[in-house]
């Protein structure tokens, strides 16, 4: 057996900044996604964190979010390190997001190997999970290459980024990275067997990032090294933050990259971007109904009640959508999940902040 | 013109200590439905008193309730002198409740005709109705005899008694009180013309109810009269009160006496008996919605919705009828709305006391 180039500590990078606006009215600016227990008894974040449990040491992981954020991250997430909780001035996409986990991370865990990942997915199986982890870890240290995972469609979803992969096997080359596809395209796709799903999910050490990133987007890095070399002042972190270029790390290196490997993932994965993909999830009961919090239900199928301390009491109705927040309530059919987004834009216009 | 026998004075004594379950989760065991906003702007017991305005002195306006009522109905009618709300000990059906209004109000307005309302129905035209209670008010006063309202039946219910009535006019013989028929009966007697829905409105002169009381009824009146004679003191009422047969006036003394009028009501009337009933009487937008509160409706049609102070999202659904309370929440498709009762049945049986 082949001995590893060197040792390496693995690391997480959890990316928890994301707002969105397709789970309101529980999703809030204040209360994003990763906050919310739609799929599972705790938050898509606490989730998240614990399915690295026995594989990441707690101080190993960090969490890059906004500074409004950090609070309830911190509050979700007792066992991190405080300084474990990384503070993006703002949302700038996920290069200059990742850049920034680069230059703190590689002071503390000098070696590392990063895995990136998203604080608002949802993954079944935390076993199968943790091995293909191993699996891109290895990979990555031996060989040096940037690796992502690929998710196998089962859909010919046209909302997503595809990686199209050469040969087989747990570890395969990219072939191209490729955008989001038109429904023809996404149908090739889908039979081709050669294309799977951009996650948004990476592994890499943290080298070879800094070297890949200095060679393919030297501008994502450089105002953030002269502000480590300057100090790293926190206060001074916001001007060097803001002169990052917006951009996603696939535009950025992952398109341009050339030593790029895919791990076909082996767990199933969502990025839970809808109530009804919420739904998917759970354990219906005999008439297809799912339930979070209290609820009586007569003569009701194919419902979805995300109740809250109030009693939901429902009789004679199907394929219903509803949520019950405080200060609002959605009652929407299951086909048109979507409108959620136009009800937003709806309190917008209307000048419902308090709503948002 | 001929000349009245005597100079009456009109008595409103409204009938305000009703339960009902129909409108949970809106009513509750302490916010019965005369307190409830369901129709219209106001509560129902707030409209039965506005609608005597002009017509009836409010000091000749009674209400009839329960001690646990008597604080809510009193800050719903400032109007109402203090002394006017009377205190029922317990709910004993309507006989007792006309019996202990009747000793009370004689001795307040000697010589009064009184007009028996119900605090949680629901009157299209007061102008009308004013007119029908005038001519109900001159019938008994010049012949004695007690005026029941009829209400022409726009559909075969079952769950009401009838009254058939002899003649043609404004005034009309009654031939007999019929019980809640079934169907096939209500079938006929919708087809008669003959037969009217009995609301449980009366007019009498306070004399002749006294009269016809002890002659058909005497049981129902002498405990109260007896209470009277010894004091009156409010702490005796309970005993007296708890004498009194528990039996409704129209069996207790309409169905027995002989000297019964019916005046065909010209006006609209409801007893506002379920939640699809509410919504009959509501403006409705173009899509057939009925809103109370807040709502955000996109492709949503023929529903209702009565809010809270919550916002409600509503977005492709239809035929819903949609409750929002504080602490609980219906949504009920419109033709299951006598499903409530269950629903009401089962919090009862899970020992859900807080929400009934």
Redesign the interface.
Known sequence: MATPRIEHTKVAVIMAGGRGTRFW?RSRTSRPKQFLNIVGQESLLRQTFTRLDGAFAPEHVFVVTTSDLAAETARLLPELPAENILIEPEGRNTAPCLALALVQVERKVPGGVMAVLSADHWIAEPSLFLEDIDTAVKHAAWTGELVVFGIRPTYPETGFGYIEADGQGPVRKVAAFREKPPMDVALTYLASGRHFWNAGMFVWTLADFRAQLQQHAPAVLAPLDAWVESGGDPAQLKSAYGQVPEVAIDVALMEKATEVAVVPARFTWSDVGSWPAAMEFQEADAEGNITQGQA?L??TRNCAFF?G?????????QD?I?V??????????R??AQ??K??VE??KAEG?ED?L
Chains 1, 2 share one sequence.
């Not at 301390?309 to 109705?317: E, T």
Request: hydrophobic share 45%; charged share 35%.
């Open positions: 009215p009586l007569l003569d109740g301390r109030r009693l939901i009491a429902a009789s004679g109705v219903l509803v019950d927040d405080e200060d609002a309530l959605l009652i929407c059919h086909d048109k409108s959620v136009k009800i709806r309190l419902r709503l």
